[in-house]
């Protein structure tokens, strides 16, 4: 296994998935034991983050120039009014055969198989929060400020919204007692058909179908520990702060909670000192730790098994992964962590210049991707048939990206997915340094973190990819 190691993530250019010296014992030799590591060229050119490109081609332009053996995009450029400053966008939504998100002050659908905008909400307000789930069949229930205003806002509106449709359902306003219930910041999630709204220290759960409060979510510890964030999809956890006095005794907590009766099911503490990341998944539980001092120089991944327990805890930082894009955010969403995806047994973990897969049992390293090249990050979409992973790669702003199978058993296993086309490098990697994707079937989805205002620096709103 070290061997293995060193062959993935010494020196040397794009090694992928090398096999230990047993695994090439026991499964006899592909190739002379002297050969070289395959290798590919290093992206050309080099290029640093910036606006994207001053015009924006058209999907017919896109088309028009598309090369053989090139992935067919769409590109939408939103000129909706904005005020001049950057306006974040939220969470992207794949419902249906539509991709849907909510920025400033209204929600749109595009179909996926060409871009076409179906419908669009417009909405009173701004958009403070939005859940990364929607319920089963296509609702989500939306926060908005109170008033239009950038500064002095509550985010106490709570909107449903049927993103089947566009259509709004139920309308209500937040309760504060000014008892640790606060609106300046919120969080929310939704689970099954049960939103969770975290307001200052206090959270509780409503009903999505029709807004009905169901249950204050517990609090533990009354004092000395606060839900602080919310994790959904198939089951609901709760993140909360303890004995935040004091930076050496101070711990995190996530709970599950039981989405009819609200009781705890069960719990999980940190190690003074720790605080929780990331929820990189509800099912199974698998959550990111860091040192409060050191932050993300000293992460883990921590996989728990159904009842809370650690089940095995997985150090990344010797094969220089870091946290989250070398993050640790614990402020915003909990389920934000674009560089880690979990499934079939495994978590797939990406980064500027590298992608590899830990097995969540036995925490050992599966296999690896490094380029020694031009990077700007590598994100793992989602884990494969035979351990194997479906990785975006971003380009560069003259270099078009991919979409790459990786797994074990060899340097052979490499297999791309999409070629993104090279009309559409510059409006890629403009959104992709910092920004979000869905993949759905083979369709890659992209858009930026944010939008400005400026037109100037006008951006296009959404970007996708298919065979």
């Known amino acids: 296994m070290i061997l293995a190691l060193l062959l993935l993530f010494g020196a040397g250019a794009y090694v992928f998935g090398e096999r230990s010296g047993a695994d090439r014992a026991r499964a006899g030799s592909d190739a002379p034991k002297d050969a070289a590591p395959k290798t590919m060229p290093p992206p050309k050119g080099t290029a640093s983050p910036s606006p994207s490109p001053s015009r924006i081609p058209t999907t017919a332009e896109i088309a028009r120039q598309r090369r053989s053996g090139e992935a067919a995009a769409w590109i939408?450029?939103?000129?909706?009014?904005?005020?001049?400053?950057?306006?974040?966008?939220?969470?992207?939504?794949?419902?249906?055969?539509?991709?849907?998100q909510a920025v400033y002050k209204r929600v749109v659908a595009h179909r996926l198989s060409d871009g076409a905008q179906l419908w669009s909400a417009d909405l009173p307000t701004p958009v403070c929060e939005t859940p990364v789930n929607t319920t089963p069949d296509g609702k989500v229930v939306i926060v908005l400020q109170n008033v239009e205003a950038w500064t002095g806002a509550r985010?106490?509106?709570?909107?449903?919204?049927?993103?089947?449709?566009?259509?709004?359902?139920?309308?209500?306003?937040?309760?504060?007692?000014?008892?640790?219930?606060?609106?300046?910041?919120?969080?929310?999630?939704?689970?099954?058909?049960?939103?969770?709204?975290?307001?200052?220290?206090?959270?509780?759960?409503?009903?999505?179908?029709?807004?009905?409060?169901?249950?204050?979510?517990?609090?533990?510890?009354?004092?000395?520990?606060?839900?602080g964030r919310v994790a959904g999809g198939s089951r609901l956890l709760v993140v909360a702060d303890c004995a935040i006095t004091s930076m050496e005794k101070a711990y995190d907590q996530v709970r599950e909670i039981d989405l009819v009766t609200g009781k705890v099911r069960w719990r999980y503490r940190t190690e003074p000192g720790r605080r929780i990341g990331q929820v990189l998944s509800v099912s199974p539980a698998v959550i990111t730790t860091a040192h409060r001092e050191t932050h993300a120089e000293d992460w883990r991944v921590v996989a728990l098994d159904p009842g809370g327990k650690v089940r095995r805890t997985i150090d990344p930082r010797p094969q220089g992964f870091k946290h989250c894009g070398d993050s640790i955010d614990t402020s915003g969403n909990a389920q934000s962590c674009r560089e880690a995806v979990v499934g079939g047994g495994l978590v797939l973990l990406g980064g500027t210049d590298r992608v590899g897969a830990y097995d969540l049992a036995t925490g050992k390293l599966v296999w690896g991707v490094k380029n020694e090249g031009t990077s700007y990050g590598y994100y793992p979409l989602r884990v494969g048939p035979g351990r194997t992973g479906i990785v975006y790669q971003l380009g560069t702003s003259g270099r078009a990206g991919r979409v790459f199978r990786a797994g074990p058993g060899g340097v052979n296993t490499i297999t791309d997915v999409l070629r993104l086309p090279a009309s559409t490098a510059r409006a890629e990697f403009g959104m992709g340094v910092v920004g979000r994707n869905a993949y759905v079937g083979n369709r890659l989805v992209i858009t930026p973190s944010g939008l400005s205002g400026d037109d100037a620096r006008h951006e296009p709103r959404m970007l996708s990819f298919a065979p």
Do not use: F
Not at 89 to 95: H, N, Q, S
Not at 187 to 210: H, W
């Open 155 to 227: 985010c106490n509106q709570l909107r449903m919204i049927d993103l089947r449709t566009g259509k709004a359902g139920w309308h209500k306003q937040l309760t504060e007692t000014g008892a640790g219930d606060g609106t300046i910041m919120v969080d929310s999630a939704i689970s099954g058909g049960t939103v969770a709204i975290v307001q200052s220290m206090k959270a509780a759960a409503y009903q999505v179908a029709d807004g009905k409060k169901l249950y204050d979510i517990p609090m533990e510890n009354p004092g000395k520990c606060y839900p």
């Open 76 to 100: 939408v450029d939103d000129r909706t009014d904005l005020p001049r400053r950057n306006i974040p966008t939220k969470d992207l939504w794949i419902v249906g055969d539509t991709a849907v």
